[in-house]
C-alpha cells in the first residue's frame, strides 16, 4: 500500500515538474499523447520521442543488410494465438499490465545487445535461458520470477482430468502450472532478429498459454526508428548478470 501511494506521488511530481516541457513538445507519441512515464525497476523514466527533427539513427540499427541466414526477415505472426504488437502496444502494455506487476516486458536478446541499450522497463532474459532443458535450475528460477509454480508428482487421475479441460487444464502441463504466470511481451532487434521468436517458441513447447505471450516485432530497430526513449540497463534489468 504504501510503495503504491509513493509512486503515484512520483508520478505526479513528475507530470507536474515536466508539464510545461511537455506543453510544447513538436513530436508526439500521438496527436493526443505526449509522452508517458513508465517504471524502470525502482526508477520512473519518461518515454518520448526525440523532438530534434533531422534526427537520424547511427551505429548498428542504420544498417539495411545484414547476411539471411541467420538475419532473415521475420513473418508477422511468430506462432498461432500469439499476438504481434507495434509500439503503441508496447505503450500500453508498460501503463497496464507491467505497472501493475502481472506484465513483464522481455529483451530475449544476448547481454551484449542489452548493455548498449534497452527500451525502458524491460529485464533482460536472454532466448538461450528459455531453450534451456526443462529440469535446468537456471530456467526453473526464470519462470518461478514470471508467476509459474513448479509442480510435483501429479497423479494420472488429475492430469486426465486437466487434459480433458477440467481444473484449469489449459494452463496446466505435468512440470508447470502457468495458471497465474505473467502476460509476457517480448522482443529483440527487429524483423530481421531471431532472438524472440526463439524464446516465444520455446515458451509454448514447455506449454506457457499463447494467449499470455505477445511478440513485438520492431523491436529496438523500430523503437529507434521513431525517436523513442531508450535507457542502459541497471541492475533490475539485468537478469542475465545474476
Known sequence: MKKSILLGVLMCSTAIATSSMAANLEVKITKDKQYSVVNHGAELVKVQRIQDTSHVIDGSFAKTSRPCPPFCVNPMTVADGVATVAELEVIKFMETAMHRGDGALIDARTP????????????????????????????????????????????????????????????????????????????????????????????????????????????MQMWQSLGLTTVLPNEASEYASK
Open 112 to 219: 551484449s545487445w542489452h548493455k548498449k541499450g534497452t527500451i525502458p522497463g524491460s529485464i533482460n532474459i536472454p532466448f538461450t535461458v528459455f531453450e534451456k532443458p526443462v529440469d535446468d535450475p537456471e530456467l526453473a528460477e526464470v519462470l518461478e520470477s514470471l508467476g509459474a509454480v513448479e509442480r510435483y508428482d501429479v497423479g494420472t487421475v488429475t492430469r486426465t482430468m486437466e487434459q480433458l479441460g477440467m481444473f484449469g487444464g489449459d494452463q496446466k502441463t505435468e512440470n508447470w502450472d502457468f495458471s497465474n504466470a505473467k502476460q509476457l511481451m517480448l522482443w529483440c532487434n527487429g524483423p530481421w532478429c531471431g532472438q524472440s521468436p526463439r524464446a516465444i517458441r520455446a515458451l509454448l513447447s514447455m506449454g506457457y498459454p499463447a494467449e499470455k505471450l505477445y511478440y513485438y516485432r520492431g523491436g
